[in-house]
């Protein structure tokens, strides 16, 4: 039987381990927030346009201190014997009613003063869904959750020349509106090259309303659900089983925040969807044909 390790002690890792002290380190709390998103149709004044779509993102209003009657993710502290993603579900859940959804990890943020209470280190999640199937109540210590349509607009850039790199900025304004509710604020993204170093610092300029530093995770989530969008096929999770091209299209547009051009847009899905022999039936319209999603050989057995 091989010899066990000893450290400079000479202690092996068991007598290492009955002799630690945990209270030897301070130890932060730990927390979840999840940044939910939707494409669905938006309000329209008028109600002979035809509805418009709209990237959506759920909140909940605070009911206790700190922050008492802003807007938040959902989320909430980690449990000493439950794993991180575990303590997403379970978080979402009890303050939105949301159950069983696909999520994945998109951050951690750890800035030593982002909650007023004590160090609290956040691990983010992000889900595109499709909010038809969803039945949102609020629960737990929410007083009420809500799906905001969500603006993001660039509104400054600076670039500055340095001697051996430059300084770019870019001032963005993320706006949040649930019917007569409008939530606006400002992040600076910031990014300095130096030689081979490259530094990226986000900043809340203007907070509005919008609790913690919760507008830097949704700026931060906007950027890398376009990003996935682009190199991923996680945009179907919206889509009906069938849909036209024209749909597929514009729910394109409203996550990229950008037009398409046709063409380019059909060469680019042709791999990923397949052609039906059903068409859509809308009264007044031209008929359209029908596609559904295509899986990839790779992901018939994933």
């Known amino acids: 039987m091989p010899k066990s390790i000893t450290d400079r002690q000479g202690l092996t890792e068991g007598q290492f381990l009955e002799s630690y002290d945990p209270g030897s380190y301070e130890r932060p709390s730990v927390t979840v927030d999840m940044l939910i998103f939707t494409v669905m149709n938006r309000e329209q004044d008028n109600y002979r346009k035809l509805p418009d779509k709209s990237l959506q993102l759920l909140l909940i209003k605070r009911g206790e201190h700190p922050c008492l009657g802003q807007w938040a993710l959902p989320g909430g502290?980690?449990?000493?014997?439950?794993?991180?993603?575990?303590?997403?579900?379970?978080?979402?859940?009890?303050?939105?009613?949301?159950?069983?959804?696909?999520?994945?990890?998109?951050?951690?943020?750890?800035?030593?003063?982002?909650?007023?209470?004590?160090?609290?280190?956040s691990s983010s999640y992000m889900a595109l869904v499709d909010r038809s199937s969803l039945r949102v109540q609020a629960g737990d210590d929410a007083d009420d959750a809500a799906w905001f349509d969500v603006a993001y607009e660039v509104v400054e850039e600076k670039h500055i020349p340095l001697e051996q790199g430059y300084e770019?900025?870019?001032?963005?304004?993320?706006?949040?509106?649930?019917?007569?509710?409008?939530l606006s604020g400002v992040v600076s993204l910031k990014?300095?090259?130096?030689?081979?170093?490259r530094k990226l610092t986000r900043e809340i300029i203007e907070r509005g309303e919008i609790a913690f530093d919760h507008l830097i995770m949704i700026q931060y989530a906007i950027e890398r659900l376009r990003g996935k969008v682009e190199y991923t096929d996680i945009i179907f999770n919206l889509m009906p089983s069938l849909f036209t091209l024209s749909e597929?299209?514009?729910?394109?547009?409203?996550?990229?925040?950008?037009?398409?051009?046709?063409?380019?847009f059909r060469r680019k899905i042709a791999d990923k969807v397949a052609e039906t022999d059903e068409s859509t039936r809308d009264a007044g319209h031209r008929p359209s044909k029908l596609y559904r999603y295509k899986l990839l050989p790779h992901q018939l057995h994933s």
């Open 77 to 121: 502290f980690v449990s000493i014997n439950e794993s991180l993603e575990d303590a997403a579900r379970r978080e979402l859940f009890s303050e939105t009613n949301i159950d069983n959804i696909y999520m994945e990890q998109l951050f951690t943020w750890g800035a030593v003063e982002r909650d007023p209470r004590m160090r609290v280190i």
């Open 248 to 264: 597929l299209q514009r729910v394109y547009e409203i996550i990229l925040g950008k037009e398409l051009l046709a063409a380019a």
């Open 191 to 197: 990014e300095t090259v130096q030689g081979p170093v």
């Open 168 to 182: 770019a900025e870019r001032l963005i304004r993320i706006t949040l509106r649930h019917g007569e509710i409008s």
